[in-house]
């Protein structure tokens, strides 16, 4: 049964950090993987999406890895601002048009 | 990309009462999904809905307490039936557009 864990589960840096946020999954067995930002009544937003045979995609100040080897993802985020407050969400596809296994997120904080 | 509208965002129900929440894209896709998301826990799917045919459920939920329609490419709804506190939960729909999955802004629930 695929799980997937993020870690940290809360993390808050200073105005201007670079960061990491961290997730794994138990089965490297994936369709794509995804990141997701969730903001408090707002639903959730696509970051980015990795196919099982890429390594990184990026978008602005965003970079996520994959090594499905050893099942771990990361989200690198440049210069961090405070509009980067918010939850971050992985979730692992098995197949095209799968459902999606989500890990509990991490909330991130960033202080003016 | 797809703009999905939800409704109600947020509500009070009694214990034993029912509510149906309504999803709405602006254009036309196969899959529709519901998911659930329990305080400080990570979304997980409940069903998915295909037009003209029933709803698949994942393990865990049935059709009877999660009843699910899906009258048309653009819509669906989603009812929790006989309601009780352990049910105060973000309910949310999101569709596939693509690779990528899109969501709506989440209903949500509490119980009393």
């Known amino acids: 049964k695929q799980e997937v864990t993020q870690i940290p589960a809360a993390l808050s840096v200073p105005e201007g950090e670079n960061l990491v946020l961290n997730c794994s999954f138990t089965?490297?067995?994936?369709?794509?993987l995804q990141w997701f930002r969730q903001d408090p009544g707002k639903g959730l937003t696509s970051l980015l999406l990795i196919q099982s045979s890429q390594r990184e995609q990026t978008s602005g100040r965003l970079n996520a890895s994959l090594d499905k080897s050893s099942g771990r993802s990361t989200l690198y985020i440049a210069a961090s601002q405070p509009g980067d407050s918010a939850t971050y969400l992985c979730a692992v596809s098995t197949n095209q048009g799968g459902k999606l296994i989500f890990g509990q997120g991490t909330e991130l904080s960033v202080k003016p | 990309s797809a703009v999905i509208s939800q409704k109600p965002s947020r509500d009070i129900c009694q214990r034993g009462t029912s509510l149906t929440i309504q999803c709405q894209v602006d254009?036309?896709?196969?899959?529709m999904f519901w998911y659930r998301q329990q305080p400080g826990q990570s979304l997980t799917l409940i069903a998915t809905a295909n037009q003209g045919s029933e709803a698949t459920y994942e393990s865990g939920f049935v059709i009877d307490k999660f009843p699910i329609s899906r009258p048309n490419l653009t819509f669906s709804t989603l009812t929790v039936s006989n309601m009780s506190p352990e049910d105060s939960s973000i309910y949310l729909c999101s569709v596939g557009v693509g690779e990528k999955l899109f969501f709506g802004s989440g209903t949500q629930l509490s119980v009393l």
């Open positions: 089965d490297s067995a994936i369709y794509n």
């Open positions: 254009s036309q896709v196969t899959m």
